[in-house]
């Protein structure tokens, strides 16, 4: 059974940053490509970013290209997603999801 847990989430002020972290268990992640959606208020999920397995080739949407960075640590079974200069429209609950498996989500606010 795999399981995805999300953390990180947290309340930051616009132009601030944060880290998310996904830890799988019952994965065999280093084979795994990553990826992280998002779910704004009143909005659809959304993708977000996205890692392969080696060589950990990224690619992020259009929304975060810039101000994002995924990266993973394969021995720990951990992905991340590094996220810069946020703003109000990077308000959302962050899913990590690898295949049918989604996590529970991390609720990341912006605002004052």
């Known amino acids: 059974q795999v399981r995805l847990v999300e953390s990180g989430g947290d309340l930051v002020q616009p132009g601030g940053s944060l880290t998310l972290s996904c830890k799988a268990f019952g994965l065999a992640f280093s084979g795994s490509e990553m990826k992280w959606y998002r779910q704004r208020p009143r909005k659809a999920r959304e993708w977000v970013a996205s890692i392969s397995k080696r060589p950990s080739i990224r690619t992020y949407s259009d929304a975060v290209k810039g101000r994002a960075f995924i990266y993973r640590e394969d021995a720990e079974s951990t992905v991340y997603l590094r996220m810069n200069n946020l703003t109000p429209e990077d308000e959302a609950v962050y899913y990590c999801?690898?295949?049918?498996?989604w996590g529970q989500g991390t609720q990341v606010f912006v605002f004052e």
């Open positions: 999801n690898v295949g049918d498996w």
